[in-house]
Structure formats: structure tokens, C-alpha cells
């Protein structure tokens, strides 16, 4: 009995988690380049506690001529230092962060949850 609970609360804490790491995604889409820059101090070099971030949005035609067109962006994060030596992070290592701490967050919160939930049922003498 006691493990059938304990693989309950595990299925809890996944979906629960998977479903918090979603939403963060998704309400991060809007508001990623001003994100990225809460970033800084951890993907920014020593020395470049300045950020930059920039967004792109280009379009080209097709080769092929069938008159379809296509669009493309892209956001970049760049670190620049007091004398203005500028080094270009990127999209990938901030977003790694920035899912990683949203996850982590997301998997302390599950965690207190549960801690609670357990303590409630002692204390109402519940199973």
C-alpha cells in the first residue's frame, strides 16, 4: 500500500513539473530578449557586466522561384566591458540557464508540496 502511494506522489511530482517547465516556456517566449539579460552574471565573462541584446528578423526569397518567401530570427546576447571589447554569447547558454532555474524552482516548489501534504496528513492522522 505504502508504495503504491509513493509512485502516486512521484506521478504527481513529474506532471507537475513537466507541466510547470511548459508554462515557463511559454510565457517566457514574449519576453525572452529582456530575460536573457537577467542572465549576465552568469554567462557574462569577468569584466563585462554590460549586456546587449538584439534581435533579428530577416527575410529571403525562395532559389527556387516559386515565389515563396521565408522568415527567420534570431536573438543574441553580447557582454560588453568598460573600454567597449564586446563578446557575443549567444541564445543557447542563457536559455539553458534560464530553463534550468525555472526548473529548478519549479522542482523545489513540487518538492514543498509534497513535504507539506505529507506533514498535513500526519498531523490529521490521515493516510
Known amino acids: 500500500m505504502f508504495a503504491r502511494v509513493l509512485d502516486l506522489d512521484r506521478d504527481y511530482a513529474v506532471g507537475a513539473l513537466y507541466g510547470v517547465v511548459l ?3 511559454v510565457a517566457f517566449t514574449p519576453v525572452l530578449p529582456a530575460a536573457l539579460a537577467l542572465t549576465a552574471p552568469v554567462t557574462c565573462p569577468d569584466g563585462q557586466p554590460d549586456t546587449i541584446v538584439t ?5 529571403s526569397d525562395d532559389p527556387t522561384g516559386a515565389g515563396i518567401r521565408s522568415a527567420g530570427g534570431g536573438v543574441s546576447l553580447f557582454c560588453m566591458g568598460e573600454r567597449g571589447d564586446v563578446t557575443e554569447v549567444g541564445l543557447l547558454r542563457p536559455a539553458l540557464v534560464l530553463v534550468g532555474g525555472a526548473a529548478l524552482a519549479a522542482s523545489a516548489l513540487v518538492v514543498l508540496w509534497l513535504l ?5 496528513r500526519g498531523l490529521t492522522g490521515r493516510r
Open 23 to 25: 508554462v515557463v516556456l
Open 55 to 59: 534581435t533579428a528578423l530577416f527575410e
Open 116 to 120: 507539506l501534504r505529507r506533514a498535513f
